[in-house]
C-alpha cells in the first residue's frame, strides 16, 4: 500500500513562465511543520524546508518528508523523501536536479530528474534506465514548483501547467480562486486559494497561499471527485537568517 503523504503538485509551464513578484533573487529559508490528515484522520506530520546550500552559486534545495504516526507506521515505516534543488535567475526558478526516494523495501517508485538547461533537455532516471525529455523555459519539478507557487505576484489568474515527473510530463491547470482567512496554530492568516488539476482527471490540489508568511501554503487539500483525501495543515514554522 502507497503512502497517502507525498504530495504530487505541479511542475513545469507548458504555455507559459510561473513568474516570481520580484526579480531580486532572493528566496526565503524556512523549516515548516504541516499536520497531515488522511480521510479526515490524523497521520503524521510532513516537513517543508529551503535552505541556501550554496551562496556563491545561488543554489537552493528544498525537502520534503514525512512521519507517521501510531498503527500508520507499520503501513508505511518509512514514508518517501524529496529533494529539488534550483538557482532563482531574473525572478524565475531554475531546478537543477530532483530526487524521490521510495523508502520501502522494493523502492520501486524512486526516481531522478537531471536537469540539462544549455541542452534544453532532462533526464529522468527510473529503475536504472534514463528517459530523456525536452525541457521548455520555466521548466519546474515537484519540490521547485513549491517555491514557485510562493513567489507568485498578486496579479496571478491562470495557467497551463505541466508536471515534469517520473513517466514525464502531464499538462495541468493552476487558477487563483480568490481569498479567505484561515485560523491557524501560527493565527489567523489572510489567504489566496489556488487550484490545481489535471486536465482529465478528477483530482485536484487546493493551496492556501498566505501573504504574511512570505507565501508559503498554511493548508494544502488533495481532492477526488470533490471529496477530500489528504489535507496538510501549518502547525509551526522557523525562518532562517
Do not use: C
Request: charged share 25%.
Amino acid at each position: 500500500m502507497r503512502s497517502p503523504l507525498p504530495f504530487v503538485l505541479l511542475g513545469i509551464t507548458a504555455a507559459a513562465t510561473l513568474k516570481a513578484a520580484g526579480a531580486s533573487g532572493e528566496v526565503p529559508g524556512f523549516h515548516a511543520v504541516y499536520r497531515a490528515s488522511y480521510q479526515g484522520v490524523r497521520v503524521g506530520e510532513t516537513d517543508f524546508s529551503v535552505t541556501l546550500v550554496d551562496t556563491a552559486s545561488g543554489t537552493y534545495e528544498f525537502r520534503s518528508e514525512s512521519r507517521l504516526a501510531g498503527a500508520f507506521r507499520l503501513i508505511a515505516p518509512r514514508p518517501p523523501e524529496e529533494s529539488s534543488a534550483f538557482s532563482v535567475e531574473d525572478g524565475e526558478i531554475r531546478p537543477l536536479a530532483y530526487s524521490l526516494r521510495d523508502r520501502t523495501r522494493g523502492g520501486e517508485n524512486s526516481f531522478d530528474i537531471e536537469f540539462d538547461w544549455p541542452l534544453d533537455r532532462a533526464i529522468i532516471t527510473s529503475g536504472g534506465v534514463g528517459v530523456e525529455s525536452q525541457l521548455v523555459r520555466g521548466a519546474l519539478d515537484r519540490g521547485s514548483l513549491q517555491v514557485a507557487l510562493m513567489l507568485l505576484g498578486d496579479d496571478f489568474t491562470t495557467e497551463q501547467v505541466t508536471l515534469l515527473d517520473r513517466d514525464g510530463p502531464e499538462i495541468h491547470e493552476l487558477r487563483a480562486d480568490g481569498e479567505e482567512t484561515l485560523d491557524t496554530p501560527l493565527g489567523e492568516f489572510r489567504t489566496r486559494r489556488l487550484i490545481q488539476h489535471r486536465l482529465g482527471s478528477s483530482r485536484r490540489t487546493l493551496i492556501w497561499l498566505a501573504p504574511d508568511l512570505h507565501g508559503l501554503p498554511v493548508r494544502i487539500e488533495r481532492q477526488r471527485d470533490g471529496e477530500t483525501r489528504a489535507a496538510f495543515n501549518l502547525d509551526e514554522v522557523r525562518w532562517h537568517e
